[in-house]
């Protein structure tokens, strides 16, 4: 079992930046995979970013030059930074963590964008 909790959220102005963590605990292997996904009020959860442990990245076109994800091994956390957020960043993201088969969801933070 693996738990995930996000935190970071919150309400940023159009142009601004947020930083969001996710940090897991529990039984981990060397190899894994762990993402960044949000869901807007009434739309489905698309996929933002994912990593995996040879620190591959792939970020999706709508976030591509505006995210980074990386990782801190030490600390079990993810994160993603944000850049130049717009209205349409608003949603809940949800932090995402697949080993072995399994796959794992944290509750949620939410990022707000508005002025």
């Known amino acids: 079992q693996v738990q995930l909790a996000e935190s970071g959220g919150g309400l940023v102005q159009p142009g601004g930046s947020v930083r969001l963590s996710c940090a897991a605990s529990g039984t981990m292997f060397n190899f894994y995979v762990m993402g960044w996904y949000r869901q807007a009020p009434e739309k489905q959860r698309e996929f933002v970013a994912v990593i995996n442990s040879a620190d591959s990245t792939v970020y999706a076109d709508s976030v591509k030059g505006r995210a980074t994800i990386s990782r801190d091994n030490a600390k079990n956390t993810m994160y993603l930074q944000m850049n130049s957020l717009k209205p349409e960043d608003t949603a809940v993201y949800y932090c995402?963590?697949?080993?072995?088969?399994?796959?794992?969801w944290g509750q949620g933070t939410q990022v707000t964008v508005s002025s």
């Open positions: 995402n963590y697949q080993q072995a088969g399994s796959d794992y």
